[in-house]
């Protein structure tokens, strides 16, 4: 069987890559020239690629730390040595972009790892779900559409994926140096360092949990009646917990790479004054509390054949039915949310090459109340993405949900990019789903894949005050 899975994961990754090559070749064709944000990235890639390396020749326009750059040198420069290529061809906008259609191909083996190392293998079905799941992220929308243009999220995802896979695997000290490459690539991938970390000390409080509950049904010890009596015995184990230096200690051998490693973010931000490096002005950090119920959305639209069903439907009614006043505080808060902390980035308002640009303008602006009538679609996404991972223990989830916040919150700019991380964690955890379900989503993605690939390619346009050909996109 595992010989057997070898050949079907072989097969998926073989045919992944051929068609990525096929589209590679269509964008190369059609895009001679940098295209949006590669304006900025692969010029200060080809000086990087030249040697010089000094940061006069550094563009202040550029927010990210240069990660991509030195693995496109390290990975184009001894192509040049070893077939004799000249430097015009190997640092040329191809070469640079074939970076990240090779960092996709690592993506592809990564997940399958992670799904081999996170899911349970005790039946035969899995392991064509593994590899259905695996074949559905790697192509992924917002993801996949990014292999082919020089941006930071292949890199990103690569780095930040093997160093959760060696979390797992309980190598924290390579972990932690992944998670400093990933940090390399895009600042906040801090936060995934630090949810690495969070998975080790969830596993520790999960262990500890379990043996403190059996401890009390062994002594027949009386529990704590009340509506919030759960929380209260959870609150007060915790508060137990980490008033034993014993354990302390434990979880700091444990975690001290990623202890280090946010320690050395910290000097970075103190140093840099800020965590933005170049143009900040456009990175504005804010509580935008909104920024939650639109990833609660993105997710529910993408991962409708897992989250979305009659069944789930009427258990989340059965379960507001029950619990009125709860859902009622919930909903009055997510209004108050919406009401005071709903930012609008210039960007969204001026740049209508985004998807995200049609969105807002033809839902959320048309009208005001728009954004109050979908609260009851985010307190069911949320509750549904909740649902879905209570095969996790519950200070994983309070781990994950953290670590979600913090990464999605501070956000000012509405951009479908920056959910692409937390939705592949997310859906790396939650329990395998049938094959009918992956096939699915596997055939929703395959036509929101070809849909957006044939509009950037075929449907362009020009702005008034432009000669420039302007493509829609992610």
Sequence with gaps: ????????????????????????????????????????????????????????????????????????????????????????????????????????????????????????????????????????????????????????????????????????????????????????????????????????????????????????????????????????????????????????????????????????????????????IGDRSSHEACLHFPQLFYFFSFTLFFSFPHLLSPSKVKTFLCLVWKRKIQFFVITLVSVLLIWKFTYVHKYLLADNRHYTFYVWKRVFQRYEIVKYLLVPVYIFAGWSIADSLKSKSIFWNLMFFICLFTVTVPQKLLEFRYFVLPYVIYRLNIPLPTTFRLLCELACYAIVNSLTFYIFLNKTFQWPNSQDTQRFMW
């Design 1 to 276: 069987m595992a010989q057997l899975e070898g050949y079907y994961f072989s097969a998926a990754l073989s045919c992944t890559f051929l068609v990525s090559c096929l589209l590679f070749s269509a964008f190369s064709r059609a895009l001679r020239e940098p295209y949006m944000d590669e304006i900025f990235h692969l010029p200060q890639a080809q000086r990087y690629c030249e040697g010089h390396f000094a940061l006069s020749q550094w563009d202040p326009m550029i927010t990210t730390l240069p990660g991509l750059y030195l693995v496109s040198v390290g990975v184009v420069k001894p192509a040049s040595w070893i077939f004799g290529w000249s430097e015009h061809v190997v640092c040329s906008i191809g070469m640079l972009r074939f970076v990240n259609l090779l960092f996709s191909v690592g993506n592809f083996y990564l997940l399958y790892l992670l799904f081999r190392k996170v899911q349970p293998r005790n039946k035969a079905a899995s392991s064509i779900q593994r590899i259905l799941s695996t074949l559905t992220l790697a192509v992924f929308p917002t993801l996949y559409f990014f292999n082919f243009l020089y941006y930071t999220e292949a890199g990103s995802m690569f780095f930040t994926l093997f160093a959760y896979l060696m979390c797992l695997y309980g190598n924290h000290k390579t972990s932690a140096l992944l998670g400093f490459c990933g940090f390399m690539f895009r600042q906040t991938n801090i936060i995934w360092a630090v949810f690495c970390a969070g998975n080790v000390i969830a596993q520790k409080l999960t262990e500890a949990w379990k043996t403190e509950l059996q401890k009390k049904k062994e002594e027949r010890l009386p529990s704590i009646k009340g509506p919030l009596s759960e929380f209260r015995k959870i609150l007060q184990f915790l508060w137990a917990y980490s008033m034993s230096f014993k354990n302390l200690n434990m979880l700091f051998l444990l975690t001290w790479p990623y202890i280090l490693l946010v320690f050395l973010f910290c000097v970075f931000v103190v140093v840099n004054g800020g965590i933005v």
